[in-house]
C-alpha cells in the first residue's frame, strides 16, 4: 500500500461533511428541540444553503421520522443509528433499511465501536449491515478504526482491512468513512493531529481508487473543538461529532470552520488553474 504524505490528495471541489449523533443522550422533546434549532441554523448559513457543506444528523430511532419532516428544505440529511441486516421478517425491535428509506432516512450509522463492544458486532455483522444499507439506497457512515494504539501506518493498514471487508459484498454507492481510533475513545489524550491525518490520507486514496464508491468521503469521529477542522487539512473530508454538538451555536462554529475550508480550497483550485495556464501545454 502506498504511505501518501499529508495532503497529497489532491483538493477536490466536494463539500464539506459535517456529521453529528446524539446516541442516546436526549429525551424525544428534547431532541425535536434541537432538531428545531439545527433547522434554524442550516437555513441561514450559507455554507449549508449553497452545498459548500454538508451537513447530516442522527438522532433516536423515535426521532427519525419527524426530524425528516423538520428539516425537509434545509439541505440537512437525517440519519439512523443502526439499521438491521436483513430488509424484513421476523425480527423483533429490529428496523430495516427499506422502512428508514421509506420515511426519508439518507444515512445510517454502522459498525460503531460502541455497537461493536457492546452488542458484539464482528466484522460480517457490519459487512451484513453494510450491504443492507447500499441496496436500500442509504449510504452508510461507516465506522472503523484500530483497537490498539500503533503507528499510522499500521493503524491505516487495518482500517483498510475492515473497509475491505464490510463493501466486499455491498453493491455501488457512495459511504461516509467515519475514522474514530478506538484507543482514544475517553482517553486522557486523543489522537494526535499528526496522526490522524496520516491515517485519514490513506483512507482517502483507498476510497478514491474504489470506481463503485464515487461520491464517498471520509470523517474524523475523533474528539472535537474548534479548530479541529483546520488542523486536520484535507486529509479528512469533514468531522463527525456527538456530545459537543449538543450546543448548536458549537455546531455553528464548526460550519463556519468547514467554510472557510471549502473557500480555501476553492482559491487553491483557482490558482492552480491559473498556473497551468501560464505555463501552457506540457510536451511529450
Known sequence: ???????????????????????MY?????TLEWIE????????HEAVVDG???????????????SVAALAGTG??????????????????????????????AVVEVGH????????????????????AL??????????????????????????RQLDSALADAVAGPVIVAYEPVWAIGAAEPASAEYVRAVGAILQQSIAERPDRVGSSVVYGGSAGPGLLTALGDDVDGVFLGRFAHDVAALEAVLDEALRQAQDGTLRQA??????????????
Request: charged share 20%; net charge neutral; hydrophobic share 40%.
Open 1 to 23: 500500500m502506498t504511505t501518501p504524505s499529508p495532503s497529497a490528495v489532491p483538493t477536490s471541489t466536494a463539500p464539506r461533511v459535517v456529521g453529528v449523533s446524539l446516541k
Open 135 to 160: 441496496r436500500n439506497g442509504l449510504s452508510p457512515v461507516l465506522c472503523i478504526g484500530e483497537v490498539e494504539r500503533t503507528t499510522p501506518e499500521a493503524a491505516a493498514t487495518e482500517c483498510v
Open 76 to 105: 440537512v440529511l437525517v440519519g439512523a443509528q443502526d439499521l438491521a441486516s436483513a430488509d424484513r421478517g421476523a425480527f423483533t425491535g429490529e428496523v430495516g433499511g427499506p422502512e428508514l428509506a421509506e420515511v426519508g432516512v
Open 37 to 44: 434549532q439545527v433547522g434554524a441554523l442550516a437555513r441561514r
Open 271 to 284: 490558482q492552480d488553474g491559473t498556473l497551468r495556464q501560464a505555463q501552457g501545454p506540457r510536451t511529450a
Open 52 to 66: 459548500r457543506v454538508r451537513l447530516f444528523v442522527i438522532p433516536g430511532y423515535l426521532a427519525v421520522a419527524p
Open 26 to 30: 436526549f429525551g424525544h422533546a428534547q
Open 113 to 132: 465501536a460502541e455497537r461493536r463492544s457492546l452488542f458484539g458486532e464482528t466484522d460480517e455483522v457490519v459487512a451484513e449491515k453494510t450491504a443492507a
